[in-house]
């Protein structure tokens, strides 16, 4: 049986899960009030709708949060790639009418697999072309173009009965550090900052965004606690006006659980000001989580919270004002899925992302053919950008091969980019770092000089210098981008 404390923390949790079931220890523990679910890409599956309906028949109120932004980041679509435009393209093509349908959608999709918070859109103003863990995933590098595109997205997503959470406050945009492995540290003019990164954040609370995600960095001149944990952080959104939920980035990140601990984060998290404590994604660890990795992290989690109440670290009165905030926010979006209709007017993300794609350089001329190779870094965890999809959609039934140049030696690269070369059909680059990593845009440079009529496909960030060859800038490592990059180059011999 559940205490009384352990109940009140219950209301401030946000766990994820093992599984395309729920599990005993969640379905007890949401009929003792726990707070909700977020869905990663190892819940989704056929009977997804069936799982919401039993999660919010344990907890009619719960909280059902996607992890869902469109382009290189989705979990519904996690085992074939996005269907919907990211960030960075909706940024590049600049029409707001298609960020709010992409809002709209988004919310549409969540909806009808019975969650009701999207964690997005992406509010950090990209200044740091190294930047490894936001980079697409954000609208642009430019205060105004982010904080346009940010209310659009908010306002589609919202109207849709669905509740916004804008990330990563107070704006994770100039960092090159990634906070799942890292805690990062920006050093910026504290003017300057304050100016470009915390814009788009504050125009989202003028335009009545439901809820706000922390980021887990440092910004020295607000003190030398990560903003998670940092009251006068968090407290700026309360001096705005900001009366929705704070949600706090994942918990199990190592910015926290390699400095403070789950438990302690979460109850620090809390005494700062946070309203709704992710705990993260348990299959995170890889080999090295547990089989029972979910309900170890959530309990570290609340017995942190009870441990604080009981030794007065954290008070009842923050915890109750916090629960009191989720609980609004259930209540909202339950009253407002009554009212909302899905006659929205069909979208047509296959014409957004075919506008947003560009060529750089002499069109190509068209293939019959693609021999893919995929240079692409690694998978981080917050972006699955080596996922095969992308590679495997672009090269159809050609050839493709995986070609890790971070580990490998130019002599392998140069015998790869040989194969692909004497390969019939036309030779495909797959990068998506041609600024920040040397060894990719090296990569491009001797293939050049063996094939000048190969191509380049970049699903990151524009390149700001050209590249040797023509480059098909994509903005973003999903299946309907490599699809509009196919169509680019075999759309005329197809």
């Given at each position: 049986?559940?205490?009384?404390?352990?109940?009140?923390?219950?209301?401030v949790l946000w766990p994820g899960f093992f599984g395309t079931e729920a599990p005993a220890?969640?379905?007890?523990?949401?009929?003792?009030?726990?707070?909700?679910?977020?869905?990663?890409?190892?819940?989704?599956?056929?009977?997804?709708?069936?799982?919401?309906?039993?999660?919010?028949?344990?907890?009619?109120?719960?909280?059902?949060?996607?992890?869902?932004?469109?382009?290189?980041?989705?979990?519904?679509?996690?085992?074939?790639?996005?269907?919907?435009?990211?960030?960075?393209?909706?940024?590049?093509?600049?029409?707001?009418?298609?960020?709010?349908?992409?809002?709209?959608?988004?919310?549409?999709?969540?909806?009808?697999?019975?969650?009701?918070?999207?964690?997005?859109?992406?509010?950090?103003?990209?200044?740091?072309?190294?930047?490894?863990?936001?980079?697409?995933?954000?609208?642009?590098?430019?205060?105004?173009?982010?904080?346009?595109?940010?209310?659009?997205?908010?306002?589609?997503?919202?109207?849709?009965?669905?509740?916004?959470?804008?990330?990563?406050?107070?704006?994770?945009?100039?960092?090159?550090?990634?906070?799942?492995?890292?805690?990062?540290?920006?050093?910026?003019?504290?003017?300057?900052?304050?100016?470009?990164?915390?814009?788009?954040?504050?125009?989202?609370?003028?335009?009545?965004?439901?809820?706000?995600?922390?980021?887990?960095?440092?910004?020295?001149?607000?003190?030398?606690?990560?903003?998670?944990?940092?009251?006068?952080?968090?407290?700026?959104?309360?001096?705005?006006?900001?009366?929705?939920?704070?949600?706090?980035?994942?918990?199990?990140?190592?910015?926290?659980?390699?400095?403070?601990?789950?438990?302690?984060?979460?109850?620090?998290?809390?005494?700062?000001?946070?309203?709704?404590?992710?705990?993260?994604?348990?299959?995170?660890?890889?080999?090295?989580?547990?089989?029972?990795?979910?309900?170890?992290?959530?309990?570290?989690?609340?017995?942190?919270?009870?441990?604080?109440?009981?030794?007065?670290?954290?008070?009842?009165?923050?915890?109750?004002?916090?629960?009191?905030?989720?609980?609004?926010?259930?209540?909202?979006?339950?009253?407002?899925?009554?009212?909302?209709?899905?006659?929205?007017?069909?979208?047509?993300?296959?014409?957004?992302?075919?506008?947003?794609?560009?060529?750089?350089?002499?069109?190509?001329?068209?293939?019959?053919?693609?021999?893919?190779?995929?240079?692409?870094?690694?998978?981080?965890?917050?972006?699955?950008?080596?996922?095969?999809?992308?590679?495997?959609?672009?090269?159809?039934?050609?050839?493709?091969?995986?070609?890790?140049?971070?580990?490998?030696?130019?002599?392998?690269?140069?015998?790869?980019?040989?194969?692909?070369?004497?390969?019939?059909?036309?030779?495909?680059?797959?990068?998506?770092?041609?600024?920040?990593?040397?060894?990719?845009?090296?990569?491009?440079?001797?293939?050049?000089?063996?094939?000048?009529?190969?191509?380049?496909?970049?699903?990151?960030?524009?390149?700001?210098?050209?590249?040797?060859?023509?480059?098909?800038?994509?903005?973003?490592?999903?299946?309907?981008?490599?699809?509009?990059?196919?169509?680019?180059?075999?759309?005329?011999?197809?």
């Amino acid at each position: 049986m559940t205490d009384d404390l352990e109940r009140l923390a219950n209301g401030v949790l946000w766990p994820g899960f093992f599984g395309t079931e729920a599990p005993a220890w969640l379905t007890s523990e949401l009929r003792d009030g726990l707070a909700g679910v977020v869905y990663f890409g190892q819940n989704v599956g056929e009977g997804l709708s069936a799982l919401s309906a039993e999660i919010l028949a344990a907890n009619p109120d719960a909280l059902i949060g996607v992890d869902e932004e469109g382009g290189s980041v989705t979990r519904l679509e996690s085992a074939t790639g996005s269907t919907l435009p990211g960030a960075a393209q909706l940024g590049a093509l600049d029409d707001l009418v298609a960020t709010e349908r992409t809002g709209a959608e988004l919310a549409r999709r969540v909806r009808a697999v019975g969650a009701n918070v999207v964690l997005g859109p992406v509010a950090d103003v990209n200044t740091d072309p190294r930047n490894p863990v936001i980079g697409v995933r954000a609208f642009g590098s430019e205060e105004p173009l982010v904080t346009r595109h940010v209310i659009a997205a908010v306002d589609g997503i919202q109207d849709g009965a669905v509740a916004a959470c804008i990330k990563h406050f107070p704006g994770h945009g100039d960092t090159h550090l990634d906070s799942h492995h890292a805690l990062p540290e920006i050093a910026l003019d504290i003017d300057e900052y304050e100016r470009v990164h915390l814009a788009p954040f504050r125009a989202a609370v003028e335009a009545g965004v439901d809820s706000i995600m922390t980021a887990h960095i440092v910004v020295p001149a607000w003190g030398d606690q990560p903003a998670t944990l940092n009251p006068r952080v968090l407290g700026m959104l309360r001096e705005w006006g900001f009366e929705g939920v704070i949600i706090t980035d994942a918990l199990d990140m190592a910015a926290i659980r390699e400095t403070v601990g789950i438990g302690g984060g979460a109850a620090q998290a809390l005494a700062a000001g946070a309203d709704l404590l992710c705990i993260g994604n348990p299959t995170n660890p890889g080999d090295d989580a547990l089989p029972d990795q979910d309900e170890r992290d959530f309990r570290a989690a609340r017995d942190g919270i009870v441990a604080a109440l009981r030794d007065g670290s954290l008070s009842r009165e923050r915890v109750e004002e916090a629960t009191g905030r989720v609980a609004a926010l259930a209540r909202k979006l339950r009253a407002a899925a009554a009212e909302v209709s899905d006659g929205i007017e069909e979208f047509d993300a296959t014409d957004v992302v075919r506008r947003a794609i560009s060529v750089v350089g002499d069109a190509p001329a068209a293939a019959s053919a693609l021999s893919v190779v995929d240079a692409r870094r690694r998978s981080t965890l917050a972006v699955d950008s080596a996922s095969a999809y992308v590679s495997a959609t672009l090269a159809d039934d050609g050839r493709r091969v995986r070609l890790d140049v971070a580990h490998t030696s130019v002599e392998e690269q140069d015998r790869v980019l040989d194969d692909a070369v004497s390969t019939e059909g036309t030779t495909v680059l797959l990068i998506d770092r041609p600024d920040a990593d040397a060894a990719q845009r090296a990569l491009v440079e001797r293939a050049a000089v063996r094939d000048p009529d190969a191509v380049v496909v970049n699903v990151g960030l524009a390149a700001r210098t050209a590249l040797p060859l023509p480059t098909i800038e994509v903005g973003a490592a999903s299946r309907l981008g490599a699809q509009m990059a196919r169509e680019r180059l075999v759309g005329a011999a197809g």
